[in-house]
């Protein structure tokens, strides 16, 4: 059996919402800078001490029943602190009258808010009105970060719940920016050219839907002047979604971002970014492009250095833009204000 076969027979259709970047249009709004001063691993001790111990006892059962989740809520915790920073603004649902940043295009394919649910009751069944949703949604994606095989990290505490969710504020990277675009873009949240390399490899699980990467499929061998695609991949990518004709998200396939380990975990992804066996545009330039070739290379080469580091980087991200002290509230309920 050769490897590209391998490889087809596992590019399988992923539930609708596994990616980590969606279609979006790049803008230059900037949330605040990463602000923690005040967060505290301890910050729970005298309102609920067994905080992180019940996030991590409800993330093993729910990953045991499906797998998928953890990838999700990693991608979760990216779309909540990239836009206004770490405040939980992703969870809040729309409303009559009142939109929300989960009715912005990026965001509709978003899932894990049942998940955050379920694991908020349980911290209010525990200590009621002690634990944010912000918290609650760091401690879940650190844990499925540890259950994906990575390393565990240091969660400090005390965010506070935003209430303030504006679909137009929603301004992610789209799968098709241009790298340049896309390194200012988290240049401006903090993060050099080395961590948003890191933060790429977010990709090495979870998935993208065709309608994401189809126009390098079709634009000729190197995807309409975008970097190259092995063209092996290629041919078996153009079986799997077919034609130029974008699909709706409910019947357009996904395929992993690394199908070999696609729920672990590990480097294999940056090992696919040098054989030219990436599906988004933007992780491919980083390949070659000059501020971030050589960490893609380290980390192609180096799999407990991208380990190590991803977690270092998911601990960074998790603390962007939070909201302390008397500011915003602590929600009942994740998906809606408490007034």
Known sequence: MTATSIVLRRLLPLPAVVQFLAAATLLTTTPPLPAADALDEGYYAATCPDAASIVRAAMERLHYNDPTLAPALIRLLFHDCLVRGCDASVLVSPAPGRASERAAVPNHTLR???????????????CPGAVSCADALALMARDAV???????????LGRRDGTVSNP????????????????AYFAARGFGAEETVV????????????GSFRYRLTGGPNGGGGPAMDDALRCELLQTCGGAAEQGLDTDPAVFFDPDTPFAVDNNYYKQIVANRTLLQVDQEAA????????????????????????????KLSNVGVIEGDAGEVRKVCSRYNT
């Open 288 to 315: 070659a492009h000059p501020a971030t070739a050589a960490h893609v290379a380290y980390y192609a080469a180096n799999p407990d250095a991208f380990v190590s580091r991803f977690s270092e980087v998911m601990a």
């Open 146 to 156: 540890a259950l994906l095989g990575g390393d565990d990290y240091a969660v400090p």
């Open 199 to 210: 933060l790429f490899g977010a990709h090495t699980v979870g998935g993208a839907h065709c």
């Open 112 to 126: 894990g808010f049942n998940a955050v649910d379920a694991v908020k009751r349980d911290l209010e069944s525990a």
């Open 168 to 183: 137009w504020e929603v301004d992610l990277p789209a799968p098709f920016s241009k790298l340049d675009d896309a390194l």
